[in-house]
């Protein structure tokens, strides 16, 4: 893998759960974004509202003005169920790839299979590795909040992804690009409490 | 995976986004109150008579209002806040303040749009959808979006102090989004105090109008694109 041929393997194991790693805490209400998404020239907006319910995380986008636009449900190991999506948007493609992206945006460490943990040699950051059927998770941790920064996820057939969330112990960013799309999704968290209570 | 066929799909799933926005801006300019016991309107045509006479006579509204849209499955709430501006002939600007800031402004045959990172600026006249819209909205404020029964079966109803117009789309398509648009009206004054959009399933999104200003000057420049 040429983008990390700059790591040594470490002989940490994993401390704890994988998804203790994950920004979005399963005990945590409710997660509001303000949401662009980029693709070639068009643009868009609208809020994505992340719930945990349970093991599982429903998403639902929305437009500023209310108008439902989805509501899926993920699960671990990179199952989604889609409950909703306007009749337009419902294209195997485009769900797929919203699905995927935003799995891993929740699931950041793959369920199954091997973990390996590695250290970067240039800034000596950790690094895990982790794999299922779609693909290769490479995840750079900010080891002072134990949480991930940076994803990168390859796959034969899927396109290349690459995460990054920044924050203190919440989300407060998070952009999704792809290597090989001209596709980009950026969230910002919306501080609701002003607004919670009308007049 | 196709990029390609990606790429076809959002730019349709922009065109849609588009139009879901128009949807949502159709209403605008209608408008709800608590729950209050409903009866069939007595009389159909004395309400639009008036509502009517209410257009003529409002240069300006003012207002600021709430959206609550509720998820209902979810037992969850997303409440946001702004300010609502109309100013003959027909210029709106509709502002977001809280949680977020988004702005929509239609004046002079363009609509903007605007968030903390984006701007863009559709000409109305360009998109049938715009068109649709615009003749919509300015049909409201003129009184005559209830003539629009080509496009909307209506159903009347009233409380002590409200008119309630349920607005039913025809077209089926339109429905998958959007199943009933109930408008309430304030019964001393027929400005609109509430707006309730039903979607298919059991969610909802209700705003409502509060500290209304009728004919006060609003400069020009609150709908100038910026």
Known sequence: ?199 | MNGLTIILELKLMNRINRNISLIALLTITVGMQAQEALKPMADISLFKTKLETMSKSTQSIACDFVQEKELVVLSEKIVSKGVFFFKKENNIRWEYIQPYRYLIIISNGQLFTRDDKNQKLYDIESNKMFQEMNKFISGCIQGDILKNDKDYSAEYFESSGNYLVKLIPREEKMRQMLNEVHIWFDKNDLTVSGLKMVESGEDYTKITFTNKKLNTDIPIEKFSFK
């Open chain 1, 1 to 199: 893998m040429s983008l990390f041929n700059n790591f040594q393997p470490s002989e940490l194991t994993l401390p704890g759960d994988k998804d203790s790693y994950s920004w979005f805490r399963q005990d945590a209400g409710r997660y509001l974004f303000q949401s662009t998404i980029d693709i070639y020239k068009n643009n868009f907006t609208g809020l994505l509202f992340v719930k945990p319910v349970g093991d599982s995380y429903r998403v639902l986008f929305i437009t500023e003005m209310g108008i439902k636009i989805f509501d899926m449900e993920f699960f671990g190991d990179s199952d989604f169920k889609v409950h909703y999506c306007i009749e337009d948007l419902n294209r195997k493609a485009v769900i797929n790839t919203l699905g995927n992206d935003l799995s891993l945006m929740l699931f950041n460490i793959a369920g199954k299979g091997k973990i390996k943990m590695m250290r970067e040699k240039k800034e000596g950051k950790l690094i895990i590795k982790s794999k299922d059927r779609f693909g290769t998770r490479y995840c750079t941790m900010n080891e002072h909040i134990n949480k991930v920064e940076e994803l990168i996820k390859t796959g034969t057939f899927s396109n290349k992804v690459n995460i990054k969330f920044s924050g203190l112990a919440e989300p407060d960013s998070i952009i999704i690009t792809h290597y090989n799309l001209k596709l980009k999704i950026q969230l910002t968290r919306l501080h609701e409490l002003a607004a919670k209570i009308p007049e």
